[in-house]
């Protein structure tokens, strides 16, 4: 985070100490927003949201052994088209 307070300090004119704590704002409301279960939305970069997987069997790579994988949840990213395109 550090990095990007660095970079949002020099594009605003602002001190680093300030652009740390609304990065951190920032990311403890996305973080907020997935752990209630809600997505979020930004526009022009893209949405974060969660993604439910199912209890499945798996196979340790290492010793073949079967074993039982439980249901989790995971966060997912898509990007905007803008963000798509700036890549590109």
């Known amino acids: 985070m550090e990095e990007l307070a660095a970079k ?3 594009a605003t004119g602002h001190t ?3 652009s740390k704590k609304a990065t951190a704002a920032v990311f403890d409301a996305l973080r907020g927003a997935l752990s209630s279960g809600d997505g979020m939305v930004v526009k022009g970069f893209g949405s974060f ?4 997987r199912k209890a499945r069997t798996g196979r340790n790579p290492r010793t073949g052994e079967t074993l ?3 249901a989790s949840k995971s966060v997912s990213f898509k ?3 803008a963000l ?3 890549v590109n």
């Open 68 to 70: 039982q994988i439980p």
């Open 84 to 86: 798509k395109e700036a």
């Open 16 to 18: 680093v100490a300030d």
């Open 79 to 81: 990007a905007a088209k």
């Open 8 to 10: 949002v300090a020099a």
């Open 49 to 52: 949201s969660i993604s439910s």
